[in-house]
């Protein structure tokens, strides 16, 4: 199990360092909006879950 835990642990973390640029462009930079705090929660509330 810890085998599995580890290699999500870095899907995840190379999802969040390729796509990052991106996520500060179209999300960061843009006004506050539903559509984003949604986006935000999606994106992030699964890391802060411990395995």
Known sequence: MAYVQVAVSVV???DHLTTFDLEIEL?????HS????????????????PM
């Open 12 to 14: 995840v973390l190379y």
């Open 27 to 31: 999300i960061w930079k843009k006004k």
């Open 34 to 49: 539903l559509v984003k705090v949604l986006f935000l929660i999606a994106r992030y509330a699964g890391d802060l879950v």
